[in-house]
């Protein structure tokens, strides 16, 4: 079993930056790929970012391409994603899941394993 708890949220400017932290337990989780997930109020919940279980590949939306960072520290069983130049448009609740599949992919239904999530609210 594998749980998630993300922390790092929180109010930042247009302009700002936010690194979110996503802690698992379980030893198994460092081999699980893991995603970065979002969900504005009012909308459906979207893919973010993802990153395999070596840490070696990664996607994005096309929407934080250039903008969001997402890594992997396995000694600390935790996934991050580093936040620049952050726009109202992000403001949203973050979540962080796991899959047990190998393929890395952006669709929500192949993740298991969910966080509560964490709140981003970018002012203009």
């Known amino acids: 079993q594998v749980q998630l708890v993300e922390s790092g949220g929180g109010l930042v400017q247009a302009g700002g930056s936010l690194r979110l932290s996503c802690a698992a337990s379980g030893r198994t989780f460092s081999s699980y790929p893991t995603g970065w997930f979002r969900q504005a109020p009012g909308k459906e919940r979207e893919f973010v970012a993802a990153i395999g279980g070596t840490g070696l590949s990664t996607i994005y939306a096309d929407s934080v391409k250039g903008r969001f960072t997402i890594t992997r520290d396995t000694a600390k069983n935790t996934v991050y994603l580093q936040m620049n130049s952050l726009k109202p448009e992000d403001t949203a609740v973050y979540y962080c899941?796991?899959?047990?599949?190998?393929?890395?992919?952006?669709?929500?239904?192949?993740?298991?394993?969910w966080g509560q999530g964490t709140q981003v609210t970018v002012s203009s």
């Open positions: 899941a796991a899959t047990r599949s190998a393929i890395l992919t952006e669709r929500q239904y192949n993740y298991s394993y």
